[in-house]
């Protein structure tokens, strides 16, 4: 990780040096010392001190975010439409540092992006590879903001979760895992096309407090029976949430399963895990 100097970070957030030392010495910002005793700032601490205070980023290319300033005045499926890798990361980041969470940005830019880029092929043959290419400035640039999260701590609670069989959808269950990471939750994704026996294996491992499954392609009903039968047989202490635009083709799933549309609801149920009093 990026250690930055508090000039930099002083310079970067246009405060005086002065502040942002006074601020360390507070505990406001955590930092180590050099050898020489000058302070310096993990890349993500200074993150994460930018969306608690509210600071605005006037000089971004000090964070190795130079991307930052250029995507501000564009729509987030323009810059994924013209297939900007780097746009994408900027745009994302740019409003994670103003404070939205990967939630708000999952449930509001991104999927707004991915629907309406959805719709290109039916005009066109180059509608597809647009569609195509901006799937992976998007993969890009949340695989950016997902190594800016914090992980939560070893002793914190674990999720697991996938997409099904067949369905080969890496945004949602990618969007999921970081959403929860976001608010604490160890998360285990495993990913697109995962068999229900794996994501079975994978619960019996690591023991969670929350699985999930995250479905986008329709499930053809005797796959659906599979995993309802495989998600009944976890134990009762585990939280069940399915969720995806196609999740309805699960079918009937036992009582205890929670059928959530959103990330940001889904990021409510994790907090409810860290801490337990907040769910009730
Ligand atoms: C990218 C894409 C692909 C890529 C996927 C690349 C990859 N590796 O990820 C590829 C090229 C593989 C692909 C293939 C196909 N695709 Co496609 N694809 C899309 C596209 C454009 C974006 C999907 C996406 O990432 N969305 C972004 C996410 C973030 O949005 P979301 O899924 O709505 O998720 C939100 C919520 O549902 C929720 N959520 C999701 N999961 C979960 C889980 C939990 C637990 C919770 C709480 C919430 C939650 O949170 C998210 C944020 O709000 C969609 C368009 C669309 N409308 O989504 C079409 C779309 C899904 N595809 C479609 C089609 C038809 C296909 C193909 C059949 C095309 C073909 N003829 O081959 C194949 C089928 C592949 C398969 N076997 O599954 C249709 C589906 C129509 C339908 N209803 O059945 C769509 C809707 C396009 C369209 N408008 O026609 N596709």
């Not at 096309?193 to 407090?209: C, G, H, I, M």
Request: aromatic content about 4%; glycine content about 8%; charged content about 20%.
């Amino acid at each position: 990780m990026r250690l930055l100097t508090t000039r930099e970070l002083a310079d970067a957030i246009g405060v005086s040096e002065s502040s942002l030392k006074r601020w360390v010495d507070a505990g406001k910002i955590a930092a180590t010392r050099t050898e020489g005793g000058h302070r310096r700032i993990e890349l993500g601490e200074a993150m994460r001190f930018i969306r608690a205070s509210g600071s605005s980023v006037v000089r971004p290319d000090l964070l190795d975010l130079p991307e930052v300033t250029a995507a501000r005045s564009k729509r987030f499926v323009d810059v994924l439409r013209a297939g900007d890798s780097a746009g994408a990361r900027g745009w994302l980041l740019a409003r994670y540092l103003e404070g939205r969470t990967v939630a708000q940005l999952a449930d509001g830019p991104i999927r707004e992006a991915m629907h309406e880029l959805g719709e290109l092929w039916r005009h066109d043959e180059s509608g597809i590879y647009v569609e195509h290419r901006a799937t992976d400035a998007c993969l890009h640039a949340v695989a950016h903001l997902r190594g800016m999260l914090s992980e939560p701590p070893s002793t914190a609670p674990v999720a697991v979760g996938a997409a099904p069989t067949e369905d080969l959808y890496l945004l949602p269950s990618q969007l999921v895992a970081m959403s929860l990471v976001e608010v604490g939750v160890q998360a285990v994704n495993l990913g697109p096309d995962t068999p229900y026996t794996a994501l079975a294996a994978a619960v019996a491992e690591y023991a969670p407090q929350l699985v999930w499954l995250s479905v986008t392609a329709p499930l053809a009903s005797a796959r659906a029976r599979a995993y309802a039968r495989c998600l009944e047989a976890l134990p009762d202490s585990v939280q069940i949430v399915v969720g995806g635009q196609q999740a309805s083709s699960l079918g009937a799933l036992p009582p205890r399963v929670k059928r959530v549309a959103t990330l940001g609801q889904l990021a409510a149920v994790g907090a409810g895990l860290v801490t337990p009093a907040a769910a009730n």
